[in-house]
C-alpha cells in the first residue's frame, strides 16, 4: 500500500472502514521496512518502523523505540534493531526530530522535551498510537533507546512517562538531568511538574531497568561544554562532569541513589560510537525481553 500499510480509516471523521478489522487480523499489509512517515498529529515530524514478518493482528508485541541523534541519522538508529526485532518478533519505531521546526536555529528542541508549543514526549506517544494503527498490532510499554541527543531525549522522558516504559538504554548523552529538587529544568526537577504538568514518580520509575553505555575513548567536551550566552545555558549546567564519560557516571549515581536499578557498560576502546553503544544496548534489551522468538518468526 502507498501509506506505508495504514490501515483504511477516515481518522477525520471517525467512520469505520468495515474491513479494517479483517485486514488487522491478517497482521501488517506491509512488514520490513517503511519510509519516513508523517506524523498525522504534527506533520513537520515524522518515524520510520521496521516490522518483521509473521505477525498477527491484534497480537501484543513488543516495540523498540530507537531515538536519534542531533545528526538525524533515522535510518541507522532504526537498523541498529532490525535483527534484533526479528529475534523477538518486535517492531521497531525510528522517530524524526528535524532540526529548526520553528525557523529559530533551534537544532536541540527535542533534547530537552519542550520548544515552544512543541512536547516531543507527546509527539512521541502520537506516534506510538499512530503505528498501533497502520499495523493492526497492539503495544503495551515499550523499550526505549537513544544515542547521543536521543540519550538526552530518553532519560528524560524517563522522567516523565515511566509507566510508558519497559526498559531504558541511555548511550554517551552530552548532557544530563539529575533528579535533584533543588535546581530547575533542564539540570535538576525542582520546576519539572510546572513546566510539564508531571514530578518525577520515582515508584514508578524503580520499576524500569536502566542500561547506560559509552565509549571509554569518548572524551570530546567542545560541542557538549554550556557555556554563558548559549541557548540551553544553565547555572550549574555543567555540574555533571567535564566530559561524556564523567556526566553518565554522576547519572548513575543519582539514579542509584533513588533506588532504581542500573547497569553501566563502559566500552573499551570505543569513542562516540552508535554501533559499539547499540551492541550493549541489544543485549540489555534481550535479557529484558528474554529468549525471544526466532523460531517461530525466522530470524
Not at 525510528?94 to 521546526?101: I, K, M, N, R, S
Request: net charge positive; glycine share 10%; with cysteine.
Amino acid at each position: 500500500m502507498a501509506d506505508g500499510g495504514v490501515l483504511n480509516a477516515d481518522l477525520e471523521t471517525g467512520r469505520a472502514d468495515p474491513g479494517a478489522a479483517a485486514r488487522a487480523a491478517a497482521g501488517p499489509q506491509r512488514t520490513g521496512i517503511t519510509p519516513v512517515l508523517s506524523c498525522r498529529a504534527d506533520p513537520r515530524f515524522g518515524y520510520s518502523l521496521f516490522i518483521p514478518p509473521r505477525l498477527r493482528g491484534s497480537e501484543r508485541v513488543p516495540l523498540l523505540v530507537s531515538v536519534h541523534g542531533s545528526l538525524r541519522g533515522v535510518e541507522s538508529s532504526r537498523d541498529a534493531f532490525a535483527d534484533f526485532a526479528r529475534w523477538h518478533g518486535a517492531v521497531v519505531l525510528a522517530p524524526l526530530f528535524p532540526a529548526d521546526p520553528l525557523g529559530d536555529g533551534n537544532e536541540d528542541g527535542y533534547k530537552y522535551m519542550a520548544e515552544g508549543d512543541i512536547r516531543y514526549d507527546r509527539l512521541l506517544l502520537a506516534m506510538v498510537a499512530e503505528a498501533e494503527a497502520r499495523t493492526g498490532l497492539g503495544f503495551d510499554r515499550f523499550c526505549l533507546f537513544g544515542f547521543s541527543g536521543g540519550a538526552h531525549f530518553a532519560h528524560r522522558f524517563l522522567y516523565l512517562h515511566p509507566e510508558r516504559l519497559r526498559a531504558v538504554s541511555i548511550g554517551a548523552p552530552g548532557s544530563v538531568t539529575l533528579i535533584d529538587p533543588k535546581r530547575d529544568w533542564w539540570v535538576g526537577t525542582r520546576d519539572m511538574e510546572r513546566l510539564f504538568g508531571r514530578a518525577p514518580d520515582l515508584e514508578a520509575m524503580r520499576r524500569v531497568p536502566v542500561h547506560l553505555a559509552i565509549g571509554d575513548s569518548d572524551l570530546e567536551t567542545a560541542s557538549i561544554t554550556h557555556r554563558p550566552g548559549s541557548r540551553h545555558w544553565r547555572t550549574d549546567a555543567n555540574r555533571a562532569g567535564a566530559n561524556r564519560i564523567a556526566r553518565l557516571t554522576s547519572l548513575r549515581r543519582n539514579l542509584q541513589a533513588q533506588g532504581l536499578a542500573v547497569r553501566h557498560d563502559i566500552i573499551p576502546g570505543a569513542a562516540h560510537d552508535l554501533v559499539a553503544v547499540a551492541e550493549r544496548a541489544r543485549d540489555f534489551f534481550h535479557d529484558v525481553l528474554g529468549p525471544g522468538r526466532a523460531p517461530a518468526f525466522g530470524a
